[in-house]
């Protein structure tokens, strides 16, 4: 009975701290990200709402990410209050040693685990796909009513525009270059524009136009009102091919197997940062700072260069012998420094 409660009572802690460092990190990492998303409405005046709805897609990814960093700071600052409150020496004095410690390490660590499995094998890339598809048609769904500026904008792939607009929805000084079949630039001191059965229509008023054959023969039309329809080709789409966006059905059928150890690897330095703080810190109740730098330091240089590798382009063969040999030098480190220690 004084096991379980005094397991209950570290799994209760460990949980609150991690929990407090997950919303401190998924906090920011969101804000930083639609920080970026809100760029969207800078220039395409896409409703704030919108922008925010889909950054929620985000944050399945934005965990699986920040989880391993998650769990270092939430044990450390859990167990650096347990110790400076003497909870820890009062356990130990109850003559059961290490045993609650360790075994509610492997329950939370399991559960975190089975957890981050699910969120980084399935369902993780799933809701990244659906914001990449929303991402996607909201940047290419244009309102040109909602826009201040045009910047010469891509309206297709053959047409560019550019024009300025006043307080009054009104447009002035259009510029329209488009392809079809000859090179035409055309250009008006006012205008109106509006999406109509799929197509753009700008209407003209008082200025020119000018084609271009492929014998480089030269065609000027100068207008007072003109009537131009361009074909709306901006479509929607339901698939994003991006790796990150694969789950482990699709790598598999894709023969994804770098993929497929990415998430491995990930899997392991999860059990990595675990393992090594249950040595380094708590089996000795070792908690002072140069301890728990070494501890912090140690592991965010391992996911810092695991993150950097997979966003590289690196073959399997590299990947592993590069992860490999950084896992391997921190046990040499983490050897010579128990070594120094027992000296």
Known sequence: MKFAKINNYLFFQISKYFFL????????????????LFTITNFMHIQIFDVIFLSLYLIPNLITVIIPFILIFGLLLCFL???????????????LGLKPFKSTLVLFGSIIIIFFILLNFYFAPKIYEKYKIEEYNLRNTLDFNNMVFSNFLNLNNNTVIDFKKNNNNEYNDLFISFNDGKENIVFAKKGKIFSKNNKYNFQLTNGFKVS??????????????????????????????????????????????????????????????????????????????????????????????????KNTDINILNYSLIISGVILFSLIIFY???????N
Do not use: H, P
């Open 21 to 36: 460092i997950l919303f401190i990190f998924l906090s920011v990492s969101w804000l930083l990200q639609i920080t970026r």
């Open 81 to 95: 209050k347990l110790n400076k409150d003497n909870e820890l020496i009062a356990i130990l004095s109850l003559g």
């Open 212 to 309: 271009i054959d492929n014998n480089k023969q030269i065609e000027k039309l100068e207008f007072l009102n003109y009537i131009l329809k361009i074909d709306n080709q901006n479509i929607n789409i339901t698939k994003i091919d991006d790796k990150n966006t694969f789950t482990i059905y699709d790598d598999l059928k894709n023969y994804d197997y770098l993929n497929i150890l990415f998430k491995f690897v990930d899997i392991f330095l999860l059990i990595y940062i675990l393992v090594l703080f249950y040595n380094n810190n708590l089996k000795k109740i070792n908690f002072t700072n140069m301890n728990n730098i070494y501890f912090s330091l140690l592991c965010i240089i391992i996911l810092i260069i695991n993150q950097i590798l």
């Open 336 to 342: 010579i420094k128990n070594k120094y220690e027992q």
